[in-house]
């Protein structure tokens, strides 16, 4: 299951990108061709670079490729490393839970209790900001079925 999350994750970033490359060609040609860009199209390349970025995240979280430091763990015992990575994931598990679960759930609350609007686009703010709790979701998923089904090595 996580590898499956893990595979479609990983394709819909791709998707997302090759979206954004095209939107950005399409404001880059009606720029110098046309003569005035495309009023959606900068926004539209915020908003999937927010995407990307936030659920880039998430996808590298579980593909266990994120920053690391790892100047503690080469000098101490295998027993004792294992219990550092424990807390390293019991602490990126309630990072994820508050900041981004929970205070990224606020964030759609309030913009949607405001009618927040894009300026351009017109999509409620909600949408963009609903990539947050959903990438803080992700990331406890992944660290849960680290801690408790850890990989074979």
Same mark, same amino acid.
């Given at each position: 299951?996580?590898?499956?999350?893990? @595979?479609?994750?990983?394709?819909?970033?791709?998707?997302?990108?090759? #979206?954004? *490359? &095209?939107?950005?060609? %399409?404001?880059?040609?009606?720029?110098? !061709?046309?003569?005035?860009?495309? =009023? %959606?199209?900068?926004?539209?390349?915020?908003?999937? &670079?927010? %995407?990307? +970025? /936030?659920?880039?995240? !998430?996808? #590298?979280?579980?593909?266990?490729?994120?920053?690391? /430091?790892?100047? /503690?763990?080469?000098?101490?015992?295998?027993?004792?490393?294992?219990? &550092?990575?424990?807390?390293?994931?019991? $602490?990126?598990?309630?990072?994820?839970? @508050? #900041?981004? #679960? /929970?205070?990224?759930?606020?964030?759609?609350?309030? =913009?949607?209790?405001?009618?927040?609007?894009?300026?351009?686009?017109?999509?409620?703010?909600?949408?963009?900001?609903?990539?947050?709790?959903?990438? +803080? $979701?992700?990331?406890?998923?992944?660290?849960?079925?680290? *801690?408790?089904?850890?990989?074979?090595?």
């Amino acid at each position: 299951m996580r590898d499956r999350i893990s @595979f479609y994750l990983g394709r819909f970033l791709a998707l997302l990108m090759a #979206v954004m *490359t &095209l939107d950005v060609l %399409w404001g880059v040609f009606t720029r110098y !061709a046309m003569g005035a860009q495309a =009023s %959606w199209s900068e926004e539209l390349a915020r908003f999937l &670079l927010i %995407w990307i +970025g /936030i659920l880039g995240a !998430a996808y #590298v979280s579980g593909q266990k490729a994120h920053l690391a /430091i790892n100047l /503690i763990s080469s000098k101490i015992s295998a027993k004792a490393d294992k219990r &550092l990575n424990l807390f390293v994931r019991g $602490l990126v598990i309630v990072f994820a839970l @508050f #900041v981004l #679960v /929970i205070g990224g759930s606020r964030l759609i609350y309030i =913009s949607q209790i405001l009618g927040q609007l894009s300026p351009a686009l017109r999509i409620p703010m909600s949408v963009v900001y609903g990539v947050v709790p959903l990438s +803080g $979701l992700f990331i406890i998923y992944f660290k849960l079925t680290e *801690t408790y089904q850890p990989a074979v090595e």
